[in-house]
Protein backbone atom coordinates (compact mmCIF):
# COMPACT_ATOMS: atom_id res chain seq x y z
CA UNK A 1 0.00 0.00 0.00
CA UNK A 2 1.46 3.92 -0.74
CA UNK A 3 2.43 5.46 2.21
CA UNK A 4 -0.08 7.98 3.92
CA UNK A 5 1.10 11.59 3.62
CA UNK A 6 -2.40 12.67 6.08
CA UNK A 7 -2.91 10.66 8.69
CA UNK A 8 -6.91 10.11 10.08
CA UNK A 9 -7.67 11.58 13.31
CA UNK A 10 -9.50 9.38 16.05
CA UNK A 11 -13.28 9.63 15.97
CA UNK A 12 -15.23 11.99 18.71
CA UNK A 13 -16.39 9.28 20.42
CA UNK A 14 -12.41 8.04 21.03
CA UNK A 15 -11.72 11.38 22.05
CA UNK A 16 -14.57 11.96 24.63
CA UNK A 17 -13.57 8.70 26.06
CA UNK A 18 -9.66 9.06 25.79
CA UNK A 19 -9.30 7.38 29.13
CA UNK A 20 -11.46 3.88 28.34
CA UNK A 21 -9.25 3.82 25.03
CA UNK A 22 -6.10 3.89 26.79
CA UNK A 23 -6.88 1.66 29.45
CA UNK A 24 -7.65 -0.84 26.56
CA UNK A 25 -4.95 -0.54 24.90
CA UNK A 26 -2.53 -0.66 27.90
CA UNK A 27 -4.76 -4.00 28.72
CA UNK A 28 -3.63 -5.71 25.46
CA UNK A 29 0.19 -4.14 25.70
CA UNK A 30 0.81 -6.02 29.49
CA UNK A 31 -0.45 -8.93 27.26
CA UNK A 32 2.27 -8.57 24.51
CA UNK A 33 -1.11 -7.80 21.51
CA UNK A 34 -0.08 -4.61 21.48
CA UNK A 35 3.07 -2.21 20.81
CA UNK A 36 3.25 1.29 22.09
CA UNK A 37 5.82 3.57 20.68
CA UNK A 38 6.71 7.33 20.33
CA UNK A 39 4.82 8.53 18.06
CA UNK A 40 7.57 10.44 16.41
CA UNK A 41 9.26 7.01 14.66
CA UNK A 42 6.57 7.65 12.41
CA UNK A 43 9.25 9.53 10.53
CA UNK A 44 11.70 6.55 10.17
CA UNK A 45 8.76 3.98 9.40
CA UNK A 46 6.62 6.04 7.13
CA UNK A 47 5.24 2.45 6.04
CA UNK A 48 3.20 2.39 9.02
CA UNK A 49 -0.63 2.37 8.11
CA UNK A 50 -2.44 4.76 10.70
CA UNK A 51 -6.25 3.71 10.46
CA UNK A 52 -8.59 5.78 13.54
CA UNK A 53 -9.83 4.53 16.67
CA UNK A 54 -13.31 4.92 18.03
CA UNK A 55 -14.95 3.65 21.08
CA UNK A 56 -18.48 2.23 21.38
CA UNK A 57 -20.65 1.20 24.16
CA UNK A 58 -19.87 -2.75 25.83
CA UNK A 59 -23.25 -4.15 26.95
CA UNK A 60 -24.45 -2.79 29.97
CA UNK A 61 -21.44 -1.50 31.64
CA UNK A 62 -20.76 2.02 32.60
CA UNK A 63 -19.91 3.97 29.55
CA UNK A 64 -17.36 6.20 31.08
CA UNK A 65 -15.06 3.52 32.32
CA UNK A 66 -15.77 0.21 30.09
CA UNK A 67 -16.28 0.67 26.01
CA UNK A 68 -15.34 -1.81 23.22
CA UNK A 69 -11.94 -0.35 21.22
CA UNK A 70 -12.79 -0.16 17.19
CA UNK A 71 -10.08 -0.25 14.98
CA UNK A 72 -11.85 1.64 11.73
CA UNK A 73 -10.17 -0.41 9.35
CA UNK A 74 -12.48 0.20 6.77
CA UNK A 75 -11.50 3.78 6.69
CA UNK A 76 -10.55 5.67 4.29
CA UNK A 77 -13.46 3.84 1.59
CA UNK A 78 -11.41 2.51 -1.47
CA UNK A 79 -7.87 2.84 -0.05
CA UNK A 80 -8.50 1.32 3.62
CA UNK A 81 -6.75 -2.05 4.89
CA UNK A 82 -10.11 -4.30 4.60
CA UNK A 83 -10.22 -2.80 0.89
CA UNK A 84 -7.04 -4.48 0.34
CA UNK A 85 -7.46 -7.52 2.42
CA UNK A 86 -7.75 -10.48 0.04
CA UNK A 87 -11.25 -11.68 1.17
CA UNK A 88 -11.14 -14.85 -1.16
CA UNK A 89 -7.64 -15.90 0.56
CA UNK A 90 -9.73 -16.44 4.25
CA UNK A 91 -11.94 -18.98 4.55
CA UNK A 92 -15.87 -17.76 5.60
CA UNK A 93 -16.97 -19.39 8.63
CA UNK A 94 -20.46 -20.97 8.41
CA UNK A 95 -22.87 -21.01 11.20
CA UNK A 96 -25.96 -22.60 12.12
CA UNK A 97 -28.96 -20.25 13.14
CA UNK A 98 -29.98 -20.12 16.77
CA UNK A 99 -32.68 -21.91 15.70
CA UNK A 100 -30.32 -25.19 16.33
CA UNK A 101 -30.52 -24.38 20.17
CA UNK A 102 -34.54 -24.72 20.50
CA UNK A 103 -34.12 -27.68 18.19
CA UNK A 104 -31.98 -29.57 20.68
CA UNK A 105 -33.73 -29.07 23.61
CA UNK A 106 -36.97 -30.14 22.08
CA UNK A 107 -35.32 -33.07 20.83
CA UNK A 108 -34.10 -33.34 24.81
CA UNK A 109 -37.19 -32.97 26.42
CA UNK A 110 -39.00 -35.70 23.83
CA UNK A 111 -35.72 -38.61 24.88
CA UNK A 112 -35.92 -37.17 28.79
CA UNK A 113 -39.37 -36.29 28.94
CA UNK A 114 -39.44 -36.57 33.14
CA UNK A 115 -36.17 -34.86 33.49
CA UNK A 116 -35.26 -31.19 33.69
CA UNK A 117 -33.01 -29.85 30.40
CA UNK A 118 -30.30 -27.49 31.30
CA UNK A 119 -28.93 -24.86 29.60
CA UNK A 120 -25.30 -23.37 29.92
CA UNK A 121 -23.82 -20.13 28.01
CA UNK A 122 -19.73 -19.99 27.70
CA UNK A 123 -17.48 -17.94 26.56
CA UNK A 124 -14.24 -17.12 25.09
CA UNK A 125 -11.57 -14.41 26.65
CA UNK A 126 -10.84 -11.61 23.97
CA UNK A 127 -12.00 -13.67 20.43
CA UNK A 128 -10.71 -12.34 18.16
CA UNK A 129 -7.43 -11.68 20.09
CA UNK A 130 -6.54 -14.67 20.33
CA UNK A 131 -5.62 -14.62 16.25
CA UNK A 132 -2.11 -13.28 15.76
CA UNK A 133 -1.26 -11.11 13.14
CA UNK A 134 1.48 -12.34 10.83
CA UNK A 135 4.91 -10.44 11.65
CA UNK A 136 5.09 -8.99 8.36
CA UNK A 137 1.85 -7.35 8.39
CA UNK A 138 1.85 -6.09 11.78
CA UNK A 139 2.67 -2.61 10.44
CA UNK A 140 -0.52 -2.44 8.64
CA UNK A 141 -2.43 -1.84 11.56
CA UNK A 142 -1.33 0.97 13.62
CA UNK A 143 -3.20 4.19 15.48
CA UNK A 144 -2.18 7.41 17.06
CA UNK A 145 -2.51 8.50 20.30
CA UNK A 146 -1.85 12.09 20.23
CA UNK A 147 -2.93 13.08 23.57
CA UNK A 148 0.52 11.35 24.56
CA UNK A 149 2.32 11.22 21.43
CA UNK A 150 2.15 7.71 20.91
CA UNK A 151 0.78 5.42 18.29
CA UNK A 152 -0.38 1.58 18.63
CA UNK A 153 0.20 -1.51 16.60
CA UNK A 154 -2.00 -4.37 16.62
CA UNK A 155 -0.35 -7.32 16.59
CA UNK A 156 -3.64 -10.04 17.20
CA UNK A 157 -6.91 -9.43 14.75
CA UNK A 158 -8.07 -6.06 15.35
CA UNK A 159 -11.59 -5.89 15.87
CA UNK A 160 -12.66 -3.67 12.84
CA UNK A 161 -10.32 -5.91 10.39
CA UNK A 162 -13.11 -7.92 7.52
CA UNK A 163 -10.81 -10.92 8.42
CA UNK A 164 -11.10 -11.29 12.05
CA UNK A 165 -14.03 -13.13 11.70
CA UNK A 166 -13.34 -15.64 9.84
CA UNK A 167 -10.07 -16.08 11.05
CA UNK A 168 -11.34 -16.47 14.26
CA UNK A 169 -13.80 -18.63 13.08
CA UNK A 170 -11.31 -21.44 12.74
CA UNK A 171 -10.35 -21.66 16.35
CA UNK A 172 -13.83 -21.11 17.08
CA UNK A 173 -14.62 -24.28 14.95
CA UNK A 174 -11.76 -26.35 16.89
CA UNK A 175 -12.77 -26.17 20.39
CA UNK A 176 -16.39 -27.23 18.88
CA UNK A 177 -14.86 -30.00 17.16
CA UNK A 178 -12.96 -31.26 20.19
CA UNK A 179 -16.08 -30.41 22.55
CA UNK A 180 -18.78 -32.29 20.24
CA UNK A 181 -16.34 -35.22 19.67
CA UNK A 182 -16.03 -36.23 23.58
CA UNK A 183 -17.38 -39.16 24.86
CA UNK A 184 -20.83 -38.59 26.49
CA UNK A 185 -23.42 -41.92 27.49
CA UNK A 186 -26.35 -40.31 26.81
CA UNK A 187 -25.91 -38.05 23.51
CA UNK A 188 -23.80 -41.00 22.07
CA UNK A 189 -23.00 -38.38 18.91
CA UNK A 190 -21.02 -36.12 21.52
CA UNK A 191 -22.26 -33.22 23.18
CA UNK A 192 -24.33 -30.56 21.76
CA UNK A 193 -21.58 -27.97 20.38
CA UNK A 194 -23.57 -24.94 19.24
CA UNK A 195 -21.08 -21.84 18.63
CA UNK A 196 -21.52 -18.26 17.31
CA UNK A 197 -17.78 -17.05 17.08
CA UNK A 198 -16.43 -17.46 20.64
CA UNK A 199 -20.28 -18.02 22.16
CA UNK A 200 -20.24 -21.85 23.01
CA UNK A 201 -24.00 -22.98 24.71
CA UNK A 202 -23.98 -26.54 26.11
CA UNK A 203 -27.79 -28.04 26.39
CA UNK A 204 -27.82 -31.21 28.57
CA UNK A 205 -30.31 -33.27 30.73
CA UNK A 206 -30.32 -32.94 34.50
CA UNK A 207 -29.01 -36.97 35.14
CA UNK A 208 -26.18 -37.60 37.47
CA UNK A 209 -22.65 -35.62 36.57
CA UNK A 210 -24.28 -35.19 32.59
CA UNK A 211 -24.19 -31.06 33.61
CA UNK A 212 -20.51 -31.28 35.45
CA UNK A 213 -19.49 -33.24 32.47
CA UNK A 214 -20.67 -31.49 29.26
CA UNK A 215 -19.58 -28.52 31.23
CA UNK A 216 -15.77 -29.90 31.79
CA UNK A 217 -15.69 -31.19 28.49
CA UNK A 218 -16.18 -27.86 27.07
CA UNK A 219 -13.79 -26.01 29.52
CA UNK A 220 -11.30 -28.55 28.42
CA UNK A 221 -11.70 -28.26 24.83
CA UNK A 222 -11.44 -24.24 24.88
CA UNK A 223 -7.96 -24.77 26.73
CA UNK A 224 -6.65 -27.38 24.85
CA UNK A 225 -6.75 -24.71 21.78
CA UNK A 226 -5.87 -21.36 23.22
CA UNK A 227 -4.21 -22.14 26.90
CA UNK A 228 -5.01 -21.39 30.37
CA UNK A 229 -6.57 -17.73 29.95
CA UNK A 230 -8.86 -18.85 27.41
CA UNK A 231 -12.19 -18.98 29.31
CA UNK A 232 -14.12 -15.65 30.07
CA UNK A 233 -15.43 -17.05 33.50
CA UNK A 234 -17.21 -13.68 34.06
CA UNK A 235 -19.74 -15.03 30.56
CA UNK A 236 -19.39 -18.66 31.78
CA UNK A 237 -22.99 -18.96 33.00
CA UNK A 238 -24.32 -21.55 35.97
CA UNK A 239 -26.76 -24.59 34.50
CA UNK A 240 -30.37 -23.22 34.47
CA UNK A 241 -33.15 -24.06 32.48
CA UNK A 242 -33.93 -20.36 31.41
CA UNK A 243 -30.59 -19.07 29.57
CA UNK A 244 -30.16 -16.03 28.31
CA UNK A 245 -27.53 -16.85 24.97
CA UNK A 246 -27.05 -15.07 21.77
CA UNK A 247 -29.30 -11.69 22.93
CA UNK A 248 -32.35 -14.22 23.25
CA UNK A 249 -33.71 -15.91 26.58
CA UNK A 250 -34.41 -19.62 25.64
CA UNK A 251 -37.05 -21.78 28.31
CA UNK A 252 -36.53 -25.04 28.34
CA UNK A 253 -39.05 -25.71 30.96
CA UNK A 254 -42.20 -23.13 28.56
CA UNK A 255 -40.45 -24.27 25.97
CA UNK A 256 -40.16 -20.91 24.34
CA UNK A 257 -37.82 -18.38 22.99
CA UNK A 258 -38.53 -14.89 23.30
CA UNK A 259 -36.62 -11.23 23.49
CA UNK A 260 -35.92 -9.39 26.77
CA UNK A 261 -38.13 -7.01 27.20
CA UNK A 262 -35.45 -3.95 27.33
CA UNK A 263 -34.00 -5.14 23.64
CA UNK A 264 -37.93 -5.29 22.83
CA UNK A 265 -38.59 -1.55 24.15
CA UNK A 266 -35.03 -0.96 22.08
CA UNK A 267 -36.25 -1.90 18.92
CA UNK A 268 -39.81 -0.33 19.15
CA UNK A 269 -37.52 3.07 19.52
CA UNK A 270 -35.37 2.22 17.00
CA UNK A 271 -38.56 1.75 14.22
CA UNK A 272 -40.30 4.65 15.61
CA UNK A 273 -37.60 6.90 14.57
CA UNK A 274 -37.02 5.51 11.29
CA UNK A 275 -40.60 5.85 10.74
CA UNK A 276 -39.93 9.74 11.39
CA UNK A 277 -36.93 9.75 9.03
CA UNK A 278 -36.97 10.36 5.45
CA UNK A 279 -33.54 8.88 4.99
CA UNK A 280 -31.22 6.57 6.95
CA UNK A 281 -27.39 6.42 7.43
CA UNK A 282 -25.62 3.36 6.77
CA UNK A 283 -25.40 2.82 10.68
CA UNK A 284 -28.42 3.52 11.53
CA UNK A 285 -29.83 1.41 8.72
CA UNK A 286 -27.41 -1.80 10.04
CA UNK A 287 -28.40 -1.23 13.75
CA UNK A 288 -32.20 -1.13 12.37
CA UNK A 289 -31.79 -4.74 10.75
CA UNK A 290 -29.78 -5.87 13.97
CA UNK A 291 -32.66 -5.47 16.18
CA UNK A 292 -35.21 -6.70 13.70
CA UNK A 293 -33.11 -9.80 13.24
CA UNK A 294 -33.88 -10.85 16.89
CA UNK A 295 -37.55 -10.29 16.16
CA UNK A 296 -37.70 -12.45 12.88
CA UNK A 297 -35.81 -15.19 15.11
CA UNK A 298 -38.95 -15.57 17.61
CA UNK A 299 -41.78 -14.45 14.94
CA UNK A 300 -41.52 -16.52 11.81
CA UNK A 301 -43.65 -14.42 9.47
CA UNK A 302 -41.18 -11.36 9.52
CA UNK A 303 -38.39 -13.51 7.88
CA UNK A 304 -39.89 -12.47 4.51
CA UNK A 305 -40.28 -9.02 5.73
CA UNK A 306 -36.19 -8.86 7.43
CA UNK A 307 -35.32 -10.14 3.67
CA UNK A 308 -36.63 -7.54 1.82
CA UNK A 309 -35.17 -5.03 4.33
CA UNK A 310 -31.97 -6.85 4.17
CA UNK A 311 -31.70 -6.45 -0.03
CA UNK A 312 -30.92 -2.78 -0.16
CA UNK A 313 -28.15 -3.72 2.92
CA UNK A 314 -25.68 -5.47 -0.12
CA UNK A 315 -24.97 -2.28 -2.16
CA UNK A 316 -24.46 0.25 0.77
CA UNK A 317 -21.65 2.06 0.36
CA UNK A 318 -20.08 3.67 3.46
CA UNK A 319 -21.53 7.45 3.55
CA UNK A 320 -24.74 6.37 1.57
CA UNK A 321 -28.14 7.01 2.67
CA UNK A 322 -30.96 5.03 2.61
CA UNK A 323 -34.18 6.49 1.59
CA UNK A 324 -37.02 5.65 3.31
CA UNK A 325 -39.61 4.88 0.65
CA UNK A 326 -43.50 4.34 1.08
CA UNK A 327 -42.93 0.94 1.35
CA UNK A 328 -40.13 0.50 3.76
CA UNK A 329 -42.81 2.90 5.82
CA UNK A 330 -45.28 0.09 5.71
CA UNK A 331 -43.07 -2.60 6.55
CA UNK A 332 -41.76 -0.27 9.58
CA UNK A 333 -45.41 -0.03 10.74
CA UNK A 334 -45.54 -3.72 10.86
CA UNK A 335 -42.79 -4.64 13.03
CA UNK A 336 -43.80 -2.01 15.03
CA UNK A 337 -47.35 -3.15 15.43
CA UNK A 338 -45.68 -6.64 15.76
CA UNK A 339 -43.06 -4.88 18.50
CA UNK A 340 -46.10 -3.51 20.61
CA UNK A 341 -47.76 -6.69 20.69
Not at 223 to 251: M, S, Y
Request: proline share 6%; with cysteine; net charge neutral.
Amino acid sequence: MPHQHVYPTNYKFAADRYPVLIKNIRKEQDLWRCFVLDLDILEIWPEVRISPFGVVEKGDADPLTSGRVIHDLSFPEGASINDATDATSICTPVFEPCDAIAVEILRQRRHHPDVKIQLQAGDVASAFLNVCTHSQSAYLFGGRLLPDNAMAIDTSAAFGWSGSPASYGIIGGAIAHIHGSSINSLRPPGPFNYYWVDDHINVAADIGSNCADVERSLRGAMVTVLGHGAINEAKFTPWCPRQKALGLIFDSQAGTVAMPASKIRVAQTVVAAALERTSLRRSDYRSLLGRLRHVATCVRPARPFLQRLCQQERHLRRWQHVPVTEDMRADLRWWLSILRS
